[in-house]
């Protein structure tokens, strides 16, 4: 099969869902022949992977276009924009930003290869060379995101991610596994599974297949070490789960459970499906039946209706129960949303006000925590290395998202080795660690 001799360059925005569909179309281009590059200024095509979730991540990707093409990049040709932006503003797009050469909606992201060689008028036609199972993985070798389902089908009154990814769709089992095979082979040893919502997973084939068959499947990997759980709905966490994550070595004790909120009310016109009392139950057994379990989620302040006794119910919550790790976000008011309508908006200003002090509630929780790990040892993975200081974590920290373990390493440590690290210091979020 002939190639175009063009160098292909990507830019990734958003979540680690939108890296995995990046990370296919790259595999694919790459199989089809082509030079894929990460120096942009060396591109003769930039493909951007866009976020369209709220708007602070439509403005990042509209000025990643715009710098893209302003940068003065004498090897560029096309810009090709994939991803969510195109799922609700593609003809908005196309007539606002002409700088563009070509908005690629989610469901032809397959068509990658077929859409290069158009963009040059060449009609080589290569689709059923795709391959949805390929991945270049753009993490460190040693971790990749496994994307075990797509859309979702909750609705939150907030939340267009329905409205651009369609209703939730879980990939088959075997394929999974299949997938998960080639990149543990590739070098990974850690995988990351995420999906809107992962504790759905499987509520689509009505054979009895969910989350735990999967774990348990993937588990049988030799080479794997750790499996880790990202976006867990708490009404959704079943007592399996629970005892899964308790007893298999490989799952790491952690879970991302996002709340979103703790008063009922809130709760309510998010239109998730929890109360505080169910979610203060859960949030206690867990620690209960996982004592040493770390918890992650987020909170989003300012929605419409949140008063002053709501809020403070909310800062009241994040102070008693301390949970590892916490984001806060402002809630964006986003058009086609139930919440946009909404009546009792609150104010950017108020938003950012209970941002600032909501934040630091958490720090000082932060805090607390890190000075009761000192003098702990933990197995850690190093995930880079530079002048000699390895950035490391355990199996309690997310990378990228959560805090990281520093430490001192000589030439005879490489990325993706593990290390047995005993905390000695802080220094705010991070830690700094001794190798033993």
């Known amino acids: 099969m002939r190639t175009i001799d063009k160098k292909i360059g990507f830019i990734s925005l958003g979540c680690d869902k939108n890296r995995v569909d990046l990370e296919k179309m790259i595999a694919n281009i790459r199989q089809a022949g082509f030079d894929v590059t990460s120096d942009i200024s060396q591109a003769n095509v930039v493909i951007i992977n866009s976020c369209s979730f709220i708007e602070p991540a439509r403005v990042e990707t509209i000025n990643a276009i715009l710098n893209t093409s302003h940068a ?5 040709e096309k810009i090709i924009v994939t991803g969510c932006i195109n ?10 930003l002409p700088e563009v050469s070509k908005f690629v909606r989610v ?12 963009l040059y008028n060449d009609k080589a036609e290569v689709t059923n060379r795709y391959n949805p199972l390929l991945r270049s993985i753009t993490t460190p070798s040693h971790y990749a995101y496994l994307k075990i389902a797509d859309g979702c089908d909750n609705f939150c009154s907030y939340c267009k991610i329905p409205y651009i990814r369609g209703r939730y769709a879980s990939v088959k089992l075997d394929d999974i596994v299949q997938e998960a095979r080639a990149l543990v082979a590739m070098g990974a040893k ?10 759905n997973y499987g509520v689509d084939f009505k054979d009895g ?13 030799e080479g794997l070490n750790w499996i880790r759980l990202l976006y867990c709905y708490p009404e959704r966490i079943t007592e399996e789960l629970i005892q899964e994550i308790k007893n298999n070595p490989k799952v790491c004790k ?3 459970i996002p709340l979103q909120h703790i008063n009922n009310d809130i709760l309510q016109s998010m239109n998730r499906h929890n109360s505080k009392e169910k979610i203060v139950a859960l949030i206690e057994h867990l620690r209960s039946e996982i004592p040493d379990i770390a918890l992650r989620t987020t909170f989003i302040v300012g929605l419409p209706g949140e008063d002053v006794a709501k809020f403070r119910e909310l800062k009241q919550f994040v102070q008693d129960y301390k949970l590892t790790y916490v984001g806060f976000f402002a809630y964006s008011r986003e058009e086609g949303t139930r919440a946009y309508n909404f009546n ?74 593990y290390l047995d690290v005993k905390i000695v210091d802080y220094i705010d979020y991070d830690f700094k660690g001794e190798r033993l």
């Open 107 to 118: 469901k032809d992201n397959d068509n990658i290869v077929n859409i290069i060689y158009e």
């Open 209 to 221: 297949t969910n989350i735990v068959t999967l774990i348990r499947a993937l588990s049988n990997i």
């Open 254 to 256: 952690y879970l991302d």
């Open 344 to 417: 009792n908006q609150v104010s950017e200003a108020v938003k950012t006000k209970r941002l600032k002090e909501i934040s630091e509630i958490q720090f000082a929780n932060v805090i607390e925590y890190n000075k009761s790990q000192i003098g702990k040892v933990y197995s850690v993975v190093v995930d880079e290395i530079i002048d000699g200081v390895a950035t490391t974590r355990s199996k309690y920290q997310n990378p990228e998202s959560d805090n990281v373990i520093l430490v001192d390493v000589d030439d005879s440590v490489q990325i993706g080795d």
């Open 72 to 76: 003065g990049i004498k090897a560029l």
């Open 87 to 96: 799922e609700m503003h593609y003809t908005d797009l196309q007539e606002a």
């Open 190 to 199: 850690e995988l990351i599974l995420v999906a809107q919502d992962v504790t």
